[in-house]
């Protein structure tokens, strides 16, 4: 990578092969927003929004489901589709967009938006969404003070319209979301690396002292 002068329409570090501006557009350019109802019951593992873990089954995230008895108004999302949990907390004041990886599919509350992308490298927007840039569009567009069912009063309307600077290339969209999952998956090395030697040494404590 490679330093650049700041300015308003490039960040300051790049890859070295590229130098073109980049776009500003809004959501809906390069999305559609996903409204498919489990009226079929084609599914039957209601997910939450993690900022930690991502889209997550109810039951392994609260040991427990508190999704609604009746599942057939939830969406159905499916494998690589996006979601935004107004929710607010701490360190995410804007809640949080996230990915659904873990499974082919699932079910969402309709309290949550749920989109499917086009025409923009999926990595990079995981990448993008979990950066702060995006805050400042839904500090503009929610009702302050306004909650509903603990979320921030964020129109979806509004939610569509929100500002994204992007690379005008595919392949430098690609480089970046590949790059910093690289550095996502050195973090979980290491997270796990600690944890094994954090229970290795309680094992030694327990067997090394009388």
Known sequence: MQLFTSSSSSPRLRFHTFTDKWNEI?????????????KNNEADNPLTISAQFGMIDQMEFFNKSVASKDLSNYYLIKNGEFAYNKSYSSGYEVGVIKRLDRY?????SPLYIVFKIHNIDSEFLVQ??????????????????ARNHGMLNVPVNGFFNTILYVPSSLEEQQKIGRFLKEVDDLISSYNRSLEYH?????A???RMFV
Do not use: C, F, P
């Not at 809004?26 to 489990?38: A, M």
């Not at 082919?104 to 969402?108: E, H, K, M, P, T």
């Not at 954090?198 to 309680?202: E, F, G, Y």
């Open 128 to 145: 993008y969404y979990d950066s702060t840039h995006w805050y400042k569009e839904i500090y503009n567009i929610s009702a302050e003070g």
């Open 198 to 202: 954090k229970d290795l040494k309680q």
């Open 104 to 108: 082919n599919q699932g079910l969402l």
């Open 26 to 38: 809004t959501l809906k350019d390069i999305s559609t927003r996903v409204t498919r109802k489990n």
């Open 204 to 206: 030694l404590l327990q």
